[in-house]
């Protein structure tokens, strides 16, 4: 089989609800779409639900499917990619813990879950741990800050496992919870020990620095504990290079959102973040349009542009942003389309997941998808609006059936059977 | 996200196909939905398939994937559900079969797998062995009248398999097959020996019941034994409250079917039959809307209307009844929607699955589905027909993939991922 490179574009958080302030349009039902319109009319449109209908995908599990790995069979938990978004490089065997900064009281009873959850100085009561929490029974401590009150805690070493109960009561008025191996093995009662002694270290820890004593004489809330919940254990993904069912070598990714670029690089992209590339609605964009033009000429199969702003616009519920955020997703698009061999390439463009404005959150709504391929069978449709996406010859795709239909259309799927 | 209430009403068998009697259309297709048609102008429309296409759904399946529960995965079989449709309560671990009355020579040689299928006195029968049969090596075994000569016998207690093999030997001119372990465990040959014991005891009590000696002075064959098989154990299903992918704390549901009441307890609802409700076409559905109002003004999260008179006419082949049913359900539908706030809730109207008139029987066809919920990407119908339901937005959607759904669009649903 002839085999085509595949460009896929995401505009992150794509597809919504009819919003009020639009007068019951979508945010794509206002959207300009001409510097694409040629391009839509030669594609493929239809729908994409990350996961399967009614389950609300996140953004790496959604990019888990949209790159071919199904995340209900491998998917190790919040913890490991909490922490990814924070920045940390996690290996196989890694355990990992979503947390919280809290209050509690001088007997360990957890006064305010959130510590007030406005905490200006936690990367600092971060920073302060990580000089000083170092290394347990051997194995090494990290902690992230993620927002507000919220980290995440990576236990490095062999021999951990993820069979072990939360600090987390969830609850207030009742002490932090010891954490207990759930297996009857070696690894979880280290890693269940390991826990403890961290509780333990970092409320003493907390309890003598100078940051909280501070917060208590403004009148706030110290954050003098860290509770722990949703332990994770790091799986080995398998790169590009190693899925049989695949013939693609080399991909690459262009895209400023840790997250994003955390699990891109775990599937074995290059991950790149062109100069002026900020994951936010000031982004610039055709910064990152011209880098996946280069990547395209250089010898990469497959090539990734995520835009973030899109979905940004929708967590702050403003439709008009979003409109004007994806029209200048479709300008970056159009120049990438503009510079690269039609006869020689896939070329998809879609959301991850979709973020209604309304809602202000993920949702599982499906995304609409538009495929440009050689010969494709094509709508004729020159926009891609959830109404024009529902009539699509592509239908309604799931989890990992989008990127087998992507790589199959560029002559890189092996076959099933004889 | 903000969290609505879900109403969401069944009507039992809807969804059928060209009837010659209706001048070769459909039952939706003679109804008048004008009570309903504002509803459905601003609903999205879609087709589901309980199990999954091509797999023909029982009752208790069909509720199973309604409610979000995959039962290609948490299903024991049709013994303990025959059992709970015959007003049985079962707790996890019990072992139930289906079983029939038969016919055996005095060598236990079968003469008549249904004893004549004609059995007036089963009910009496039932409560005769109930009486007699009592426990057997301290486990309690329980008889349930199902219809003609079935019957579900429950056997109740710990250590019990359900890996045994049938005593029907599905085959009449042999004897009554001996029940073996099909398992390398106590559990398997302590329940295959009950069963053994279980097959002898009734055997000679039925032999020695006045109610048989009347059958044969009539010519009829005597019930004198009972053949079972398909052995299921129960399994425990989470209650909404401790589904940690929801957040559904109380649901209640309006039924007067005890296959529907039962799974419906089984998963948490509070079960309710309103005054006048039968589960026949004579059932006073208005009392049933009625009762889902008051229900969905206290605190339930989840409402659930089942309505079976519509299946009870397709089995009974009688389209005109079932158009007339149908028609009695928009009206009590109606009811409940002018007696809420459409603003603060999402509504579903569906099938639990197909029961064409032609066939008389349930079938694998999807079933016509509405959804209503703010703000919800509309189709513009003012009808459900099986035609408008292939052409509506929502597509068409899988086992447990209705509910999630259902229950995003409430703001229930937890995100998978981060």
């Given amino acids: 089989m002839r085999r085509l490179k595949v460009v896929l574009v995401v505009a992150d958080g794509l597809g919504d609800r009819p919003v009020p302030e639009l ?12 510097p694409v319109a040629d ?28 790159f071919g790995i199904d995340p209900t069979n491998n998917y190790p938990g919040r913890g490991p990619f909490e922490a ?67 980290v995440a805690v990576v236990f490095r070493g062999p021999g951990l496992s993820d069979a072990v109960s939360d600090t987390d009561p969830h609850a207030e008025g009742v002490r932090i919870s010891e954490s207990r191996p759930l297996a009857d093995d070696e690894a979880a009662r280290k890693t269940a020990r390991l826990v403890n002694s961290f509780t333990e270290r970092v409320t003493r820890l907390l309890g003598e620095c100078p940051l909280n004593s501070r917060r208590v ?51 074995g992209f290059e991950v790149l973040t062109p100069e002026g590339a900020t994951g936010g609605v000031d982004s610039d964009l055709m910064s990152k349009a011209r880098a996946a033009v280069e990547l395209y000429r250089r010898d990469y199969d497959l090539v990734y542009v995520h835009i973030k702003g899109t979905d940004a616009a929708s967590h702050d519920g403003k439709p008009h942003a979003k409109v004007e955020m994806i029209e200048r997703t479709l300008r970056a698009l159009s120049h990438i389309v503009d510079n690269v061999d039609l006869g020689e390439v896939v070329v998809a463009f879609l959301g991850d997941h979709a973020t209604p404005v309304t809602v202000r959150d993920h949702t599982s709504d499906p995304v609409p998808v538009m495929v440009y391929a050689p010969g494709i069978l094509t709508d004729g449709s020159s926009r891609l609006t959830e109404r024009d996406a529902r009539k699509g010859s592509l239908g309604r795709l799931r989890n990992v059936e989008l990127f087998g239909t992507l790589m199959d259309y560029a002559g890189r799927v092996e076959k099933f059977g004889a």
Same sequence: chains 1, 2.
């Fill in 217 to 267: 004489e403004r009148g706030e809330p110290p954050a003098n504990a860290i509770l722990l919940r949703g332990a994770g254990k790091m799986v080995k993904y398998p790169r590009f290079s190693e899925r049989g069912e695949l013939s693609v070598e080399r991909a690459a990714a262009v895209s400023a959102t840790a997250l994003v670029k955390g699990v891109c690089a775990l599937l």
């Fill in 84 to 150: 990814i978004g924070a920045g940390a490089v996690l290996n196989p065997g890694d355990v990992a813990f979503r947390g919280n900064f809290a209050t509690v009281s001088d007997g360990a009873v957890i006064l305010d879950r959130r510590a007030g959850r406005r905490i200006p100085e936690a990367k600092e009561l971060v920073e302060y741990l990580n000089r000083n929490v170092g290394e347990i029974e051997g194995v090494r401590v990290e902690i992230y800050h993620a927002t507000e009150h919220r």
């Fill in 39 to 66: 391009l839509l009319s030669r594609s493929a449109l239809g729908l994409w639900d990350p996961i399967r209908p009614g389950v609300r995908p996140g953004s790496d599990t959604a990019h888990l499917a949209l």
């Fill in 23 to 34: 007068g019951m349009r979508t945010p794509l039902e206002l959207v300009d779409f001409s």
